[in-house]
């Protein structure tokens, strides 16, 4: 619940300012297009592409996945900077928890438990990438990306990849994702996908205006729960705040 406070006072700050570049001269060009409304039809093409792991020989870890990401769609500005980080940091083993970077933003990061987070801070916008170990000794790969709203909607990327070791390529797992948006699709509400810290369950909250008082909100938080190779829809808990 307080995340979704946060991510609601975020969004408010950021609707009220103008397109602009968030300070650093080198994620400029990755500025100019942080608001994209078709971002969601764009983000269904993308479950079409597989993607190329750079692991150099080693066991693939999160901030692989997310290099592999970041770097093929680097025009959002979340994805710039992520990108920037790991770059800078991927020979560490150091926790990271929301901690400022010199570049301007935050990140949250840990390694041990395969789990990244780069946040723009006031702008609002961040990509957050984890991984769940499979069954067949794959790996799922989750990845969300929020750059704005649209409306009464959340515009964010949410897409799963299956990572082969053996070929190095994340492939999308179009199975999960179809199920995944489907459960979602249930509910009502501006949508924050959450992802799981630790690779274990998914939880999705929704904040929903009730009343005509801005106040006047109820939240669903849905658990998505990990099965060992996909998710089965979970509890769902509600809490009205008047």
């Given amino acids: 619940m307080r995340k979704s406070i946060a991510c609601l006072v975020a969004i408010a700050a950021m609707l009220a300012l103008p397109v602009m570049s968030w300070g650093i001269e080198k994620?400029?060009?990755a500025a100019e297009v942080p608001f994209e409304k078709p971002l969601l039809k764009t983000a269904a093409k993308w479950t079409r592409y597989p993607l190329q792991v750079e692991n150099e020989g080693r066991k693939a870890n999160v901030l692989d996945f997310a290099m592999a990401f970041c770097s093929k769609y680097q025009k959002y500005m979340p994805n710039a900077a992520?990108?920037?980080?790991i770059k800078r940091e991927s020979k560490t083993d150091k926790v990271w928890d929301m901690e400022?970077?010199?570049q301007?933003?935050?990140?949250d990061y840990n390694p041990h438990n395969d789990y990244v987070k780069c946040d723009l801070g006031w702008l609002g916008f961040y990509t957050e990438v984890c991984s769940w170990q499979r069954t067949n000794g794959h790996s799922l790969v989750g990845v969300v990306m929020l750059i704005g709203q649209d409306g009464?909607?959340?515009i964010h990327a949410l897409l799963f990849y299956d990572y082969d070791p053996e070929t190095r390529v994340m492939t999308p797992d179009k199975k999960i994702f179809k199920e995944v948006r489907k459960m979602i699709r249930k509910q009502r509400g501006v949508v924050f996908p959450e992802l799981p810290r630790d690779g274990g369950n998914f939880n999705v909250s929704y904040v929903e205006w009730i009343g005509s008082d801005s106040e006047d909100w109820r939240y669903h938080d849905l658990v998505l729960e990990w099965t060992g190779d996909g998710f089965k829809r979970g509890k769902l808990t509600t809490t009205k705040i008047l």
């Fill in 100 to 102: 400022r970077c010199e």
């Fill in 27 to 29: 994620f400029d060009e």
């Fill in 82 to 85: 992520m990108a920037d980080f």
């Fill in 152 to 154: 009464e909607r959340n």
């Fill in 104 to 107: 301007g933003y935050y990140v």
